[in-house]
């Protein structure tokens, strides 16, 4: 095992300093004259609006900035001052309260929007979220209205006419906004940059089959996500993974993983506690658990599922990506996909993170515990904090119920080592 | 040979001694209170000189319970979960499913044929359904914990207590008696409604018998007849249950000492030493 390799840290600094320039050219963007439109991650058609000119933002990626940056709690106090409940989703509170103290976070000044694209893709927050900011600063709204997927379907053609034809008028108002008529060659040039990426995102995620994993596909990969969410399109997010993939090719050769023994192999469903984030990883860590696949890293896109981005076709495919994204799934489908992810990963256990006011996750999470620890026989662990609110994360619990957990699965394994007379109870 | 477990819970501290033949040689019991550090040396201190024997007789040392990492003298830290399991199948060996409502905190475990622990759940942050939710009862109504029970056999109309937040449960018993409900009707409902929150913790890990109910909580009658009607089985219940849980902790003690394992004198979890509990 070698402790320092030639591209340790390029996947995490190398997006650290693009998003750090991505957020420069926000904050820049009413001074140049660059149009800003606002979208949320979740299947979001950002390479269509980045062909206008427009320069992307994601109050998601802010709250979750907040929240790692631990100013979330602030934030959130500030929105319930202004009468926002304390069940109001903890992204939302954090958005209302950076916007009502002048948007400006610990990335620097957020422009204001020229258009707020919501696209309803599983979660009805969304909608509420997207017209309170419409109210607030006066600014032009679309709803691209995604229908959602159901189990025993195949992908239906009207579902995606549907949206296509949403994006046509999206196009007509984005030509209106920036006076710059719809590109289509521009459209497919940067659909083809969402495809090399999607490529070598998918690699790296399926790099946690080896064992050791190289990679830990919860805790490493909200990094190494981040600029496929947010820059997906563009040949510097291309470039990103080419470098990100580097690295895991490396330690792929050095048998190198983020725990330096990996005694546990885990699935994650859930967002993970962004105020409290290290503190979470280092709960798994001191147990040398690897997430070897999560749902999390999959809500920008599912593409380790055979969804691609195609420039042959453009909207269709822009539409397909909207209709597939994980919140837009219904729960037969994710329990398949966690399904899978547990076989093909290898994994000891699912920890499923619930978090108390994002219902798009967590409804339905009780039932997913329960069919894997009854049906499947898989152990699962169940905690609940919140992903932006710092007062729901009970580190004392939390760390209980893991070291519970954890103790459990080393017991049984130790007395499955262990002939029949020593084991205890026997 | 004498092995050590000390339970440091949120509202009562114990500790158990057990013997090479893992007979329970002393039992104690003390308040938390504010200093954990204190209270799990006089609960140690206090089942030794139970013993006669002094501190170097015992080989092995084990914690468990919310104030664990603190414990100045343990070998290794083990889970509660762990521990009222390793207790509760020890005296129970046919138990299934552990039920244990602590000061601070109600548990359910699914346990299989090996003694190992398949699945547990735990209520949430709150305190509803524990300990707590029966002493703020005690409070308003003027008793001692130890009478609960016995008025609550006294019910026969059972109220419904809709409320599970502890703080605002005193409100609604006071709201009760100020409407002339009998003080034993009342606290009947409370029973109920700590029994029915119970039940939902015990579903989601799945009910199997035979089910050993544990902690301090298990002392009193009140609470057992209550989850036995609800229920409708019978429950393991021991003298010792509020000490199952250091009884557990101290047969993990055994098993280390039995594998020839000497106790360090100093804090170590389990995660840290690399191994868990039970290991040999
Ligand atoms: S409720 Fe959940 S999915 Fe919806 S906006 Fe909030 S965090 Fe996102």
């Known amino acids: 095992m070698t402790s320092s390799y030639q591209h340790q840290g390029t996947g995490r600094d190398y997006q650290k300093n693009l998003l750090g320039a991505w957020y420069r050219r926000l904050e820049n963007a009413p001074r140049d004259g660059t149009p800003v439109a606002y979208l949320f991650i979740s299947g979001n058609i950002g390479e269509l609006l980045r062909s206008f000119g427009f320069e992307l933002l994601f109050p998601e990626v802010n709250a979750l900035q907040c929240g790692i940056k631990k100013v979330s709690g602030g934030m959130i106090l500030k929105a319930e001052d202004l009468g926002y409940s304390s069940d109001v989703c903890g992204y939302v509170k954090n958005d209302i309260g950076l916007a009502a103290t002048g948007n400006r976070g610990p990335f620097g000044a957020l422009p204001k929007p020229d258009l707020l694209v919501c696209t309803y893709s599983g979660c009805n927050t969304y909608i509420k979220w997207f017209e309170a900011l419409a109210e607030l600063y006066g600014a032009r709204l679309f709803l691209l209205d995604v229908p959602y997927r159901r189990t025993g379907e195949t992908q239906r053609q009207e579902d995606l006419d549907y949206v296509v034809a949403q994006l046509e008028q999206l196009a007509a108002v984005c030509a209106e906004i920036t006076s710059r008529p719809y590109d289509p060659d521009r459209l497919s040039q940067s659909l083809a940059h969402s495809r090399a990426a999607e490529d070598l995102w998918v690699r790296i995620l399926e790099s946690a089959r080896h064992r050791p994993s190289p990679f830990d596909a919860f805790f490493e990969a909200v990094f190494f996500m981040a600029p496929i969410y947010v820059l997906r399109g563009t040949r510097e997010c291309v470039d990103y993974y080419e470098a990100a993939w580097k690295e895991i090719e490396e ?93 093909t990963y290898q994994a000891d256990a699912l920890v499923i993170h619930s978090v108390k006011s994002c219902r798009a996750f967590s409804v339905g999470q009780a039932d997913v515990r329960e069919y894997f620890t009854k049906t499947r026989g898989l152990p699962t662990l169940f905690v609940e904090s919140d992903l932006a609110d710092p007062r729901y994360f009970a580190e004392a619990q939390i760390r209980n119920r893991l070291d519970a957990f954890f103790e459990a699965l080393e017991h049984r394994r130790l007395a499955a080592h262990r002939p029949e007379a020593a084991r205890p109870g026997a | 040979m004498l092995v050590a477990g000390v339970d440091i819970g949120s509202t009562a501290t114990k500790a158990a001694i057990l013997d090479e033949n893992k007979q329970v040689r002393a039992l104690s019991l003390v308040d938390t209170g504010a200093n954990v550090v204190r209270a799990a040396e006089r609960a140690f201190q206090e089942a030794l000189r139970r013993t006669g024997l002094e501190a170097w007789d015992v080989t092995f040392t084990v914690g468990t319970g919310y104030g664990r990492y603190r414990l100045p003298f343990g070998d290794l830290q083990v889970t509660e979960i762990s521990c009222h399991t390793k207790g509760a199948c020890f005296l129970f060996p046919r138990t299934r499913t552990i039920l244990d409502i602590g000061g601070q905190d109600t548990k359910a475990i699914r346990v299989n044929e090996r003694a190992e622990v398949t699945d547990f759940s735990m209520n949430d942050k709150c305190a509803a359904g524990t300990g707590r939710f029966l002493e703020a009862a005690a409070q308003v109504l003027g008793l001692e914990l130890g009478e609960l029970g016995p008025v609550a056999a006294a019910s026969r109309k059972p109220l419904k207590i809709t409320n599970v937040c502890t703080v605002f449960v005193e409100q609604e018993i006071v709201m009760h008696l100020a409407r002339g409900c009998p003080v034993e009707d009342v606290l009947a409902g409370v029973h109920q409604a700590i029994a029915g929150r119970s039940l939902g913790l015990l579903r989601r890990v799945g009910l199997e018998e035979e089910i050993t109910f544990t902690g301090g909580v298990a002392c009193n009658p009140g609470m057992v007849r209550a989850l036995e009607e609800r229920l409708k089985l019978r429950l393991n219940v021991a003298p010792e249950s509020q000490y199952i849980g250091a009884i557990g902790a101290a047969l993990f003690a055994w098993e280390r000492a039995a594998h020839g394992e000497a106790g360090r004198q100093k804090n170590t979890s389990c995660a840290e030493a690399g191994t868990g509990p039970g290991g040999g």
């Open chain 1, 251 to 343: 330690r792929l050769r050095y048998r190198i993983g983020p725990v330096s023994e990996e005694r546990f192999r885990v699935v994650i469903e859930g967002p993970p506690p962004w105020p409290h984030f290290r503190n979470f990883w280092e709960l798994f860590k001191r147990w040398g658990v690897c997430c070897v696949a999560s749902t999390y890293s999959k809500v920008g896109g599912i593409w380790d599922f055979g969804l691609r981005h195609d420039p042959a076709r453009p909207l269709e495919s822009l539409a397909e990506y909207a209709v597939n994204c994980y919140t837009n799934w219904d729960w037969t489908l994710r329990r398949q996909m966690l399904d899978r992810y547990a076989a």
